[in-house]
């Protein structure tokens, strides 16, 4: 049981309900909310719990094609085929998928939206054609797992957004410590997608950073990864490229507001920071050590960042 649970990465899975306990504890002031909809109530736990169950899926599928490359990229932290059988994780697989699209049958029903099903169903799909296929093609697995990092603050800000929809008179405006006034669905939208964006720039990345870092597994099984075509130099040039658009992008999301106090920027400064270290290391890279640390570097960048709403809301009780 233990290496099973090894392999759907509970860590992982931690900063993501934590993401989305996160932003709906921040957004719980932005609006107006039924029991249904509060972000204590057992609808919102079912949709952070369905998203969880889905993401370990992935983890453990995504092992189960890899066997091949981890013997040789990662043989220290081989599971499949070494303490679980195959069909075992395969099994454990499809019945975490099929639970979560069991509770987002549930959640699309009483909550009366189809979005949970189709989100749910696409994102158990686009794991497996990512693992079996798309993560060896140039590009597009890259492309596809930073875009369903990036759904985990979008399907908060759609559960949000629903409920103000139907709740709130449109005129009316929130003040969202320490942002300035918004409607508040126009406040969920641009919040939601302003961490949706981070989250796919940095996760983007991450992904060609990890590509870098299993060139010898990838090569082995023919992979076309972004540095077995274009080589390590252009890797790390797309790196850098992506990792200035975050900060760009960060230094935007706030340019929206005012007379946002110093201690505000505190996470987000955090992320930035990092963001910047992992610059300079790839400037320096040049073997599988460097850029597990550039890697960590991201990540972690990336968990500051997803979880600056937490920070902003303790910023409105104990300010």
């Avoid at 949709?47 to 013997?71: C, E, M, P, Q």
């Avoid at 570097?297 to 997803?306: P, T």
């Amino acid at each position: 049981m233990i290496h099973l649970i090894r392999l759907a990465r509970p860590l992982n899975l931690l900063i993501i309900a934590l993401t989305m306990y996160g932003l709906g504890w921040y957004l719980n002031d932005a609006v107006e909310y039924s029991e249904n909809t509060d972000v204590q109530s057992v609808y919102f736990f079912l949709l952070v719990f369905s998203t969880v169950l889905i993401a370990a899926a992935g983890n453990i599928i995504n092992d189960y094609f890899d066997v091949k490359a981890d013997r040789v990229n990662k043989p220290e932290r081989l599971i499949i085929g070494k303490h679980i059988k195959r069909r075992v994780a395969i099994v454990a697989h499809w019945g975490l998928n099929f639970l979560a699209f069991s509770i987002a049958i549930f959640l699309s029903w009483k909550l009366e939206t189809y979005w949970y099903v189709f989100i749910h169903l696409l994102s158990i799909n686009i794991l497996w054609y990512y693992s079996s296929y798309f993560k060896r093609k140039l590009f597009t697995g890259n492309i596809l797992i930073a875009g369903l990092t990036a759904l985990v603050p979008l399907l908060v800000g759609l559960y949000f957004y629903q409920s103000h929809q139907l709740l709130e008179s449109p005129n009316q405006n929130y003040f969202i410590y320490p942002f300035d006034k918004f409607r508040g669905d126009k406040f969920i939208v641009f919040l939601s997608f302003a961490l949706a964006g981070f989250a796919f720039l940095l996760n983007f990345a991450r992904e060609v950073v990890k590509d870098m870092e299993d060139v010898e597994g990838d090569q082995l099984i023919r992979a076309k990864t972004v540095p077995i075509v274009f080589g390590f130099n252009k890797s790390k040039l797309a790196i850098s490229t992506i990792l200035f658009s975050a900060i760009a992008a960060i230094a935007f999301f706030f340019l929206q507001f005012k007379g946002i106090e110093p201690i505000v920027f505190l996470f987000v400064g955090f992320s930035t920071l990092l963001i910047i270290i992992a610059f300079v290391l790839l400037l320096k890279a040049n073997e599988k050590a460097n850029y597990k640390m550039i890697n960590a570097c991201i990540k972690l960048a990336m968990v500051f960042g997803l979880l600056s709403p937490i920070y902003w809301k303790l910023l409105i009780i104990y300010g």
